[in-house]
Nanobody, 123 residues
C-alpha cells in the first residue's frame, strides 16, 4: 500500500486559488491512479478529480470542471490539485487517494487515503 500526505490547504477568499499537493511513499506510485475527494461539514465524501496511472487521462466532477486541474509527477511521486475561481461551496476537507483501478470516481475503488487538508473559502 502507499502512504499519502496532503499539503497546501488554507483559507482563501472567493475567486482565489489554492494548490493542493499529495506526496506518496510507494516506489510503485506510477502504477496507481490517483484521486482527490472532499468532505464538507455534515456531508458525505464527494469525488472531485482523478488521474489515471501512467497516463494524463483525467476526470472531474461537473461542479469543478474548468476550475480545477489534477496533475501528477511520477518522478517526484506527487499528485497536485490546482484550484482556481474558488467558491464558498468548495469549502471542505480534501483527501488524496490511490487506486489500482484505471480511473474511478468511486471511493470504494481507492485503497489508500491521506489524512486530509482543510480548504476554507470565504465570501
Amino acid at each position: 500500500q502507499v502512504q499519502l500526505v496532503e499539503s497546501g490547504g488554507g483559507l482563501v477568499q472567493a475567486g482565489g486559488s489554492l494548490r493542493l499537493s499529495c506526496a506518496a511513499s510507494a516506489r510503485t506510485f506510477s502504477m496507481y491512479s490517483m484521486g482527490w475527494f472532499r468532505q464538507a461539514p455534515g456531508k458525505g465524501r464527494e469525488f472531485v478529480a482523478a488521474i489515471r496511472w501512467r497516463s494524463s487521462t483525467t476526470t472531474y466532477v461537473d461542479s469543478v470542471k474548468g476550475r480545477f486541474t489534477i496533475s501528477r509527477d511520477d518522478a517526484q511521486n506527487t499528485v497536485d490539485l490546482q484550484m482556481n475561481s474558488l467558491k464558498p461551496e468548495d469549502t471542505a476537507i480534501y483527501f488524496c487517494a490511490a487506486s489500482r483501478a484505471r480511473l474511478s470516481t468511486n471511493s470504494a475503488d481507492y485503497v489508500s487515503w491521506g489524512q486530509g487538508t482543510q480548504v476554507t473559502v470565504f465570501s
